[in-house]
């Protein structure tokens, strides 16, 4: 089954099937294994002989490479090889499919950068070979070190609708605000690593990877090999938040290394070297303003915005991209550009765009509530409008409104005091904040192979990777319901690319673009089974192994006739995605307890209701959401890149330096998912989750900050030292 989605699908097969797995709160079936240690990692395969690869990195900031001191290093116990092979050096940026700049291996870009890799018989060797070796450098300094104040250049096509000034003059309420967001980085829980193995000329590469299909063509561009000779197996992946959507140092490395030693190769990334390599987040200055006329309408908003990368690096944090969608306002300028710095190469780190955009648009319109006088629920609910600005095309779905007012009831919203400096318990002010959540929703292009074997249980297979979100679980249920087949009697495999292109993990649209292609296959399959009952595909109900229909009940097994039945399913995106503007929703609500001496913020609770098109599992998609939160609540709170601007150095380059939020942090996150379904969005009319949750909700904290303490904060994240 093969094809683009053009048309809306309003009466959808999942809700009329009976196995009572859709939607259904699973555990993931990896879950045993992950606990007990026994799904291995990248770095946990051992395969016979392998060797231990370290990289050296860069000790300045900018400059060349002018001697690498080999010699001294191969004479140390145990050293295999020094390679500093100019093909290893691909920065690690994502989705280029073989497209990436590949770097002059002796040009130094950024302090940190790998410029070479040591290989020895042990870890331990290679590592003691990799800091004993000598490199002299010659430095320069052409690129700056810091964004701040630097001209720029587009980074993104802008948005110019009307005129903003004159709205931003006639207006009768107006906020014009500048805030600032400083770095992140992904922080996955499993470093990046590779295990490289050749057998003649292929060769099977072990790793962490988001995007198998693309990973495969970037790793054989940048061995100059053709993309048949590479099989990259990820099975289990710790963690990726866009920084595995690429392929990294470690697997070009590798793979080099273990060609020219005739054995397989392990390079594992220590934590600073994640940090120090690996796409962060960028930092960003942006300046909103927005207009709101005498009714209280949206006349005018601008969003414009600086980000930064190293010098032709294509990628633009692009933190105007709800604004484009979200609220109404016809006179519009929203633009992004690029400042050039030396800092490790910016990506995409979970929901890149709104996870920063949202967050000041919305600081920014709590803001507008509070001068115009309204309840800030009310100024958004009055600013949706009904077809996208400037594009005039109508949403797919938007639980919007749904959200706000089911959220705010939850959480007790009308107990929040409308000004500032109203509760006190202590040393501590109280307050309560409202944002809204809104991340972009793609389908992409996606493959799965599904097979009914004779014995009646099934087989899922696909390259889709699983990040920890719940992959397995959400592609078994759904050919588990589409073909009446127990849970417990469904196999999803994952992760190898010799299976068929699943869509991949990013952008939230694994579950609906992989999920579509599995609900394409399973469609195929039932469309046999009635053929072989001889009945009307709309009469066959599948049930537990049975196929029912015109009042007949067969065993599926018997219809199989001792075979297997086998389809590949395959979408791509079609009409659907070019005639609806398609985004997930959702509301954060937050209390907060600020220190009346210290300004130290504690959060009390928070809860985000959610509505993303069908819950394909509420335990994931739960989990999904309260991640994201915890995301929101570091940017709010304590998350930022630190460097030093005299030689560029990343100085928080680990878990202990760079505060993610703990346990202690969150006492208290609720969940509401919202009962949807979005039919334009993919065949199964789900949407994505993973990176929604993030979405606004660091302006839910700021917001309640502002409703405890009266100070309003304009650069995250809010540490003492800023509130103060
Ligand atoms: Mo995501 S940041 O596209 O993994």
Request: hydrophobic share 40%.
């Amino acid at each position: 089954m093969f094809g683009t989605y053009d048309i809306p699908d309003q009466r959808n097969l999942l809700d009329r099937t009976r196995q009572g797995l859709i939607g259904a709160p699973l555990e993931r079936p990896e879950s045993g294994l992950k606990v007990c240690g026994v799904a291995p990692y990248a770095a946990e395969h051992h395969p016979p002989n392998c060797a231990e690869g370290v990289l050296v990195t860069a000790t300045i900031p900018q400059g060349r490479v002018i001697a690498l001191h080999k010699d001294e290093v191969l004479a140390m116990p145990g050293v295999l090889g020094v390679f500093a092979d100019k093909r290893m050096l691909r920065r690690p940026a994502q989705g280029t499919a073989g497209k990436a700049p590949v770097q002059d291996v002796r040009a130094v870009e950024y302090h940190g950068q790998p410029i070479a890799l040591v290989v020895a018989e042990t870890f331990e060797q290679a590592t003691h070979a990799a800091k004993a070796l000598r490199v002299e450098y010659e430095a320069s300094a052409t690129v700056p070190l810091d964004p701040e104040g630097l001209e720029t250049e587009p980074g993104r096509k802008p948005v110019v609708l009307g005129d903003l000034d004159q709205a931003m003059a006639e207006a009768a309420h107006s906020v014009d605000l500048t805030f600032t967001t400083e770095g992140h980085a992904s922080a996955a829980m499993e470093p990046h690593a590779s295990v490289a193995e050749w057998q003649g000329d292929d060769l099977t590469l072990w790793g962490s990877f988001q995007m198998i299909s693309h990973n495969v063509k970037e790793l054989a561009d940048s061995l100059r090999i053709a993309p048949r000779h590479v099989r990259i197996r990820s099975a289990y992946v710790g963690g990726g938040f866009g920084s595995k959507l690429g392929i990294s140092h470690d697997a070009v490395a590798a793979a080099i290394a273990a060609r020219e030693l005739g054995r397989p190769v392990r390079v594992v990334l220590s934590r600073q070297q994640v940090f120090d390599t690996i796409t962060r987040r960028s930092e960003t200055g942006q300046r909103l303003r927005l207009a709101l006329d005498a009714g209280g309408y949206l006349a005018g908003i601008g969003h414009e915005a600086w980000v930064s990368n190293l010098p032709d690096e294509p990628f633009a944090e692009p933190v105007t991209q709800a604004t484009e969608f979200l609220y109404s306002g016809e006179n519009r300028k929203l633009a992004v550009n690029l400042a050039r710095i030396s800092r490790v190469t910016s990506g995409s780190v979970r929901a890149p765009g709104e996870a920063v955009g949202m967050q000041v648009l919305e600081a920014a319109m709590d803001e507008l509530a509070e001068k115009a006088g309204f309840d800030p629920i009310e100024l958004r609910k009055r600013n949706l409008p009904s077809s996208q600005p400037g594009k005039d095309r109508p949403y797919s779905s938007r639980m919007l409104i749904e959200a706000l007012d089911q959220g705010a009831r939850a959480f007790g919203w009308q107990d929040r005091k409308p000004r500032p400096c109203m509760t006190r318990e202590g040393e501590w002010w109280l307050g309560m904040g409202v944002a809204s959540a809104a991340r972009v929703n793609m389908l992409r292009p996606a493959a799965a192979r599904v097979r009914l074997e004779p014995d009646g249980s099934l087989r899922v297979q696909s390259d889709q990777t699983d990040i920890g979100t719940g992959s397995y679980a959400i592609l078994g249920q759904i050919a588990g319901e589409m073909l009446g087949v127990p849970i417990a009697r469904v196999t999803v495999e994952l992760g190898d690319s010799s299976l068929p292109s699943g869509a991949g993990s990013g952008g939230s649209f694994g579950a609906s673009s992989t999920g579509s292609a599995v609900f394409r296959a399973c469609e195929a399959i039932r469309d046999k089974l009635a053929h072989r009952l001889g009945v009307p595909i709309e009469a066959l109900e599948l049930r537990d192994g049975m196929a029912i229909a015109s009042g007949r009940e067969v065993a599926v097994i018997e219809l199989l006739r001792g075979e297997a039945m086998e389809e590949i399913g395959r979408i791509k995106p079609g009409k659907t995605d070019k005639d609806y503007a398609q985004a997930s929703y959702g509301a954060f609500f937050c209390e907060v307890a600020v220190n009346a001496f210290t300004a130290e913020t504690r959060l009390r609770r928070m809860l985000g209701a959610f509505g993303f098109g069908r819950v394909l599992n509420a335990r994931t998609a739960r989990s999904q959401c309260l991640g994201g939160m915890v995301w929101g609540i570091g940017s709010a709170l304590t998350e930022e890149l630190g460097f030093d601007l005299r030689d560029g150095q990343m100085t928080n380059h680990d878990l202990a330096g760079y505060h993610v939020p703990c346990h202690a942090d969150i006492p208290a996150l609720e969940v509401i998912l919202l009962e949807e379904r979005d039919a334009p969005a993919s065949p199964i009319q789900a949407k994505g989750v993973g990176e929604l949750a993030i979405c606004g909700a660091a302006a839910a904290v700021a917001n309640a900050i502002y409703n405890a303490c009266g100070v309003r904060m304009h650069d995250f994240p809010m540490t003492p030292a800023r509130l103060l």
